[in-house]
């Protein structure tokens, strides 16, 4: 999902209501959003179709990291993104 479709169905919600993540497919636990915390940006690898890995855009800068590397070698399938982060 884009930031743009994300917004587009918040908009639908009561603005005043609170954001909770979902942290199993069961629904067995919840937590509220955190927020993205300004780390949550950067680039997702997709590893198949349901999960991939995160790698952090300032990381990806600093050259001391393996982030660059990673981003290197996959920037043909890395997607731009944020990550949301719950409370818990």
């Not at 952090?56 to 996959?74: F, P, R, S, V």
């Amino acid at each position: 999902m884009k930031v743009k479709e994300l917004i587009e169905k918040l908009k639908l919600e009561d603005e005043n209501a609170e954001v909770i993540l979902n942290a199993d497919e069961e629904g067995n636990y919840y937590s509220p959003l955190e927020g993205t915390l300004g780390f949550g940006r950067g680039y997702y690898i997709p590893e198949n179709t349901w999960s991939g890995q995160f790698l952090n855009q300032e990381y990806i800068d600093d050259e001391n990291e393996l982030e660059g590397e990673i981003y290197e070698t996959n920037k043909d399938i890395a997607q731009k993104c944020i990550v949301l982060f719950p409370t818990n």
